[in-house]
C-alpha cells in the first residue's frame, strides 16, 4: 500500500543526500590550494545552485503537464501518476553529468567554472526529479493528500 511513499522517500533521499556530499566536499576543498577559497567565495558557489534550480523549475512544469495531457489523450482521457515518471528521464543525464563533472573537476583540480558547470548541471537535474517525485505522491494519494 505504500510504494509511491517509498519510491519519493528513495529517490528524494538520495538525491539530497549527494547534494549535501557536493555542498560538504565544497566546502572542505575550496579553501584549500589550489582554489584557496575565502568563506564568501565558497558561499558564491551556491549561485550555479541556484541558476541550475530555475532552469529545471521553469522546464519541469510545462514539461510535466504536456506530458500528462499527451499521454492521457492517447489512453482516451485515462490518467495514472505513474505517467509522471516517465517525465524524469531527460533529466537523469544532467544528474549524472553534473556529479561527475563536479567530482572530476575537484579532483583533477580543473578550474573553479568547471566545479560551477557540474553544480549548475546536477541542480538542473534534481529540481525536476524531486517535483516529479513529490506529484507523483500527491496525484497517487489524493484521498489523503491536502492538495
Same mark, same amino acid.
Given at each position: 500500500?505504500?510504494?509511491?511513499?517509498?519510491?519519493?522517500?528513495? !529517490?528524494?533521499? $538520495?538525491?539530497?543526500?549527494?547534494?549535501?556530499?557536493?555542498?560538504?566536499?565544497?566546502?572542505?576543498?575550496?579553501?584549500?590550494?589550489?582554489?584557496?577559497?575565502?568563506?564568501?567565495?565558497?558561499?558564491?558557489?551556491?549561485?550555479?545552485?541556484?541558476?541550475?534550480?530555475?532552469?529545471?523549475?521553469?522546464?519541469?512544469?510545462?514539461?510535466?503537464?504536456?506530458?500528462?495531457?499527451?499521454?492521457?489523450?492517447?489512453?482516451?482521457?485515462?490518467?495514472?501518476?505513474?505517467?509522471?515518471?516517465?517525465?524524469? $528521464?531527460?533529466?537523469?543525464?544532467? $544528474?549524472?553529468?553534473?556529479?561527475?563533472?563536479?567530482?572530476?573537476?575537484? &579532483?583533477?583540480?580543473?578550474?573553479?567554472?568547471?566545479?560551477? !558547470?557540474?553544480?549548475?548541471?546536477? &541542480?538542473?537535474? !534534481?529540481?525536476?526529479?524531486?517535483?516529479?517525485?513529490?506529484?507523483?505522491?500527491?496525484?497517487?494519494?489524493?484521498?489523503?493528500?491536502?492538495?
Amino acid at each position: 500500500t505504500i510504494p509511491a511513499i517509498a519510491w519519493t522517500a528513495l !529517490v528524494y533521499g $538520495i538525491l539530497v543526500a549527494l547534494g549535501d556530499v557536493m555542498s560538504t566536499t565544497m566546502s572542505a576543498y575550496l579553501p584549500k590550494a589550489p582554489y584557496n577559497f575565502s568563506s564568501y567565495e565558497v558561499g558564491l558557489m551556491s549561485l550555479p545552485r541556484m541558476i541550475g534550480v530555475s532552469i529545471g523549475a521553469l522546464i519541469v512544469g510545462p514539461l510535466s503537464d504536456w506530458w500528462i495531457l499527451f499521454l492521457s489523450r492517447r489512453r482516451n482521457g485515462i490518467f495514472d501518476p505513474e505517467m509522471r515518471l516517465w517525465c524524469m $528521464i531527460p533529466f537523469l543525464p544532467f $544528474i549524472i553529468a553534473g556529479a561527475l563533472l563536479f567530482a572530476i573537476g575537484l &579532483n583533477d583540480n580543473r578550474p573553479w567554472p568547471v566545479i560551477a !558547470v557540474g553544480l549548475a548541471l546536477y &541542480n538542473i537535474g !534534481v529540481t525536476p526529479i524531486n517535483t516529479l517525485t513529490i506529484t507523483y505522491l500527491t496525484d497517487s494519494y489524493k484521498d489523503v493528500s491536502p492538495f
